[in-house]
């Protein structure tokens, strides 16, 4: 398996991960050959981002399975390990599904290695595919002149392709639209200051960091035509989850009358999870909020401060405009009518 992407690469059945801790300041690529390496990346968000984490960790788990006397079994108890490094993203849950449900229904007697590397390159093609078809859908939205607000990090460091909401932003630049975007710089963990304007300023696309709490003020000043953001899991009646700080920028859009996106690939609808209230929600370190940790830690709260530190948080349905997945972008009134139900990331899924 050989593959290279902006944030992970595989050469010669070696397997590394660009520590995203560390940007944009330092590029350092680490092994992640092992499943308790990948674990630990995954769980510290060295990598991330809800696509990238699943491509990671089946990644992690071909090269597991290309090593001689490796069993189905083994495999199956890996991936259940991996599995249980972060628990709101879905795209990691749908993977780990279907592979643990392939292994189970092998020959015993087989080599695993041909299943998983299958799994591995299946999942990677289509979120390639997904990114592009989704760009596509939503770049149709997006006119000459926006400024166009965007939380967290949802691009080529997130996904293996050109990103979901931050896909359909180099689409539109890409198409020669004169487009500006303002990225809210997402604390605790800064994944907009640090990742989205890495990527932005890399592609010469503009843009503008504002802190979270800035984003109500511009809206009121007109500042702000459109806001798109990603996902980590889609319920089926249009809630959803993403990076915390979100809802507010939906309560907020609603308030102002701004068209509020989401993007996201099929693979992040979750077709067990009929309402937002169904989403498990990652509670991380209080040490991210007491200060910044990264290369340069910092902390600025007094010690044994009480910290509450959820991860994501829950957006309701009816504050969204559209939802954009590279199956085409479905309004209010289609999800009402059941829309995403019909959606299945692989045609055999079984939990
Ligand atoms: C591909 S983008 C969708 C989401 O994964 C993204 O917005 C996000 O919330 C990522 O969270 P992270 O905690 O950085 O993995």
Known sequence: MNFEYLSIRCRHGHLEILD????????????????????????????????????????????????????????????????SSRPTAVNLMHMSDELTSQLRQSDPSSNPRDLVLKVAEDVIKKEVQMNQSMSRHGASLIQNGENILTHCNTGSLATPGVGTALGVIREAHRQGKNIHVYVDETRPLLQGGRLTAYELKSEGIPFTIICDNMAGFLMSQKKIDRVLVGSDRIATNGDFANKIGTYSLAVLADYHKIPFHLVAPASTVDPDCSSGNEIPIEERNPAEVLGVSGSQSVQWAPTGSNVYNPAFDVTPGHLVTSIILDTGIYDRQSIQNGSLHKLKFFDSEEK
């Open 20 to 83: 995203q801790t560390l940007l944009p300041h330092e590029e350092v690529w680490l092994n992640a050959n092992e499943v308790s390496e990948m674990f630990d990346h995954i769980k510290r968000l060295a990598v991330r981002g809800a696509p990238l984490i699943a491509v990671a960790a089946v990644a992690c788990l071909a090269v597991q399975a290309s090593r001689e006397g490796t069993t189905a079994e083994k495999l199956i108890k890996d991936t259940l390990h991996l599995k």
